[in-house]
């Protein structure tokens, strides 16, 4: 619609348009009342203001055209993230936000979005996980973070469970893709239905042979999924099947070969002989010595964390040992004796698998389970490594230890749980910075929730998301949210505006400190009250005018807020109460109570005092 011309009302009230104009000869008309434009096509007008001082301004508008819904996957989940140049401004960015949030006016993807790409990133930062509307948590951080390693850890055999990651699927379309695209490769190469044994309730994602692939499937997809958002990592770890998905995400073979191995991997271990693992607390040094020579060690987790593997038999016979010394133990659910002599039959046939495999250099550097050091390009590139891998005990203290020695490090554990980070938190003497992905099968918590919650971490510890691949396939527009809260400096210079002065370059070199406005007013200074009538009033009126319950009549007009455009309004106001001729200029020479009202009060008993009258304070730079 567009709005009655005020010229072209106001002279049709009284008469008519100009006479002299031709409207009728033209397509242009007066508006006299609000009407509604209609046009097939996009609608355009043009907006013409003409100032008074030859100033004019021509602007030309056109509709704003139709936009689709805000989409996001299905996913609620979300971080809004936000950084300040100082913790201070950080704080009331802080509560302006949530405020803001609490009125739900606006889509909340949308604003997520408007912060993600709309907003600078500085280095005082912090973030909100978001449910929809509703604030589940908030993190700032007191001083700026700035991770140097990026650690991504790689779960092993154990952690899957029905379902695994289903949430996560169905709300992000990157990583559906690289899952849909693996499910098909384990299809071809024997035949079975992967995807209905990890989205569907059953116990075969238990069976060796399934929980391998769909493991390193799910856990080289969200990997993958995270370096497209721009968390890259400088290093890597994975705890024995997990070494495989480092080395894919390294390059050392591609995706499909790195399938095609998890597969062969899988079936050769399977058909191994049955045997049991248990797992034991306490010093691994002692428990080495106590464990029997029919035995072998499967894992060294962590100085007080050791795996054994073997025969059944063996296994129970020396747990009985292990519990009459009241050392904790506990039996894996495995159905094979991983990492002990029971795998050697199969380690031939195994190393045939990468007959027609070219391995190839890593290109990001992760730690081998082997020898608990990086990995050379050597063992790398060797099928005798990857075979003897069956075969070794998983040295993950050892890699730990390798780990730890970059301090400024940042764990993000890729699979589901945090077994590996809560490892490493146990190996560690200092604070260990870890995040989980996928949740866990006894977790309340959906797999959104978590990977928001490890992204708006990493955000807040310096690291800058891809924000354009992150939105990539879904449909979201920038909206009015809270701007930067800029601190407000009041800089301690008294001038009088009214008055000539010659620039004395002394007066301004000395150096003095900047106030912040805000601090000034709750400093407790002295409040002086008025001394008389006049002062009573004036005080009065300032109250009224800067929304202030406290006055002192020696408040200075500037100080306190006032404007020189204010003090039209201000001065008005004065001279309504008092009946007086009051000037502006008289306000800039007389800036407090106490000045003014000494020049109020001559000016209630005689008129206005001449200039020879007035005192001669003057207020300069």
Known sequence: EIMPSLVGSEMCIRDRPNQNIKFEDGPFYVNTKTTTLENKNILRGAVSSF???????HVIVEEAPSYEASTKANSTVDFLPFSAKSFKTLERYEENIQAFIHTKTTTISDVCYTFKTGRRQLNHRGFFLLDGNNIISSQTATEPKKYEAVTFLFTGQGSQFS?????????????????????????????????????????????????????FL?????????????????????????????????????FEEGLQLIVKRATLMN????????????????????????????????????????NTKAINEFEEVLKAKDIKTKMLKTSHAFHSESMDPILNDFKKAFDHITLKEPKIPYISNSTGTYIKPAEAMSADYWVSH?????????????????????????????????MIKEQSEKKIFGFTTLASKKDADNDQLKIQYTLGQLWLGGIDMHWENYYENSTNYKVSAPTYPFEKIAFPVKVNPME???????????????????????????????????????????????????????????????????????????????????????????????????????????????????ESDQFVI
Request: glycine letters at 6%.
């Open 51 to 57: 100032g008074m001082g030859g100033t004019n301004a």
């Open 163 to 215: 379902k695994m990651s289903e949430s996560f699927y169905t709300t992000e379309p990157y990583f559906k893709a690289l899952v849909d695209k693996g499910l098909q490769v384990l299809n071809k190469i024997d035949g079975t239905d992967y995807t209905n044994i990890l989205f569907s309730e059953n116990d075969q994602i238990h069976d060796t042979r399934y929980a391998q692939p769909l493991l």
């Open 271 to 310: 058909s191994a002989e049955k045997g049991s693992m248990l797992a034991a607390l306490g010093n691994v040094d002692v428990l080495k010595q106590l464990m029997p020579a029919n035995l072998d060690i499967a894992a060294i987790n962590t100085n007080t964390s050791i795996v054994f593997s073997g």
């Open 218 to 254: 799910v856990e080289y997809a969200l990997a993958k999924t995270f370096m497209h958002w721009g968390i890259v990592p400088t290093r890597m770890m994975g705890h024995s099947l997990g070494e495989y998905v480092a080395a894919a995400i390294s390059e050392v073979f591609t």
């Open 390 to 422: 069956i075969r070794n005990t998983v040295n993950f203290k050892d890699g730990i230890d390798t780990l730890l020695t970059d301090e400024n490090a940042v764990y993000v554990e890729i699979g589901a749980g945090n077994t590996l980070i809560n």
């Open 500 to 614: 000539k002065q010659s620039f004395n370059i002394s007066i301004v070199e000395h150096e003095f400190e900047v106030h912040d406005a805000s601090s000034q007013k709750e400093s407790g200074k002295t409040i002086i009250e008025p001394q008389n009538e006049v002062q009573e009033k004036l005080v009065s009126i300032w109250q009224d005018f800067f929304e202030a319950k406290q006055i002192s009549i020696d408040d200075d007009y500037f100080e306190l807020g006032g404007s020189s455009l204010q003090a039209v309004v201000i001065v008005n106001r004065i001279n309504e109460t008092f009946d007086t001729n009051l000037s502006i200029e008289n306000l800039y020479n007389y800036l407090t109570i106490k000045d003014l009202s000494k020049l109020l009060s001559l000016s209630l008993q005689q008129n206005l005092p001449s200039e020879e009258t007035q």
